[in-house]
Nanobody, 126 residues
Framework: QVQLVESGGGLVQAGGSLRLSCAAS????????MGWFRQAPGKEREFVAA???????YFADSVKGRFTISRDNAKNTLYLQLNGLKPEDTAVYYC????????????????????WGQGTQVTVSS
């Protein structure tokens, strides 16, 4: 069992930046593929970014060039750097982990993931 705890959300003006963190429990974090998703009010949860166990990355078109995903396996932590924030980025952001994954594979659908965090709120004001 893996527990995921997100942090780093908050209120920021349009054009600003935030860095989200996702702390994972357990000793096998380095072998998991990880992802970030978000859910805005009244909308379905959507894919944001993913990173494979060996660091390959993949981004949704809506965030490409503005967001960066990274991981620190020594700290069991996943990050999402959010730059150039827009009001439409306002959502609850969730991290997710997949326990059986190819070392270079990234995953972008909800059903691909086995574990989820509780989410952290990001609000971007115009």
């Amino acid at each position: 069992q893996v527990q995921l705890v997100e942090s780093g959300g908050g209120l920021v003006q349009a054009g600003g930046s935030l860095r989200l963190s996702c702390a994972a429990s357990g000793r096998t974090f380095s072998s998991y593929a990880m992802g970030w998703f978000r859910q805005a009010p009244g909308k379905e949860r959507e894919f944001v970014a993913a990173i494979s166990s060996l660091g390959s990355t993949y981004f949704a078109d809506s965030v490409k060039g503005r967001f960066t995903i990274s991981r620190d396996n020594a700290k069991n932590t996943l990050y999402l750097q959010l730059n150039g924030l827009k009001p439409e980025d306002t959502a609850v952001y969730y991290c997710a982990a997949r326990k059986n994954s190819g070392p270079f594979r990234t995953y972008y659908t909800l059903r691909d993931y086995d574990y989820w965090g509780q989410g952290t709120q990001v609000t971007v004001s115009s």
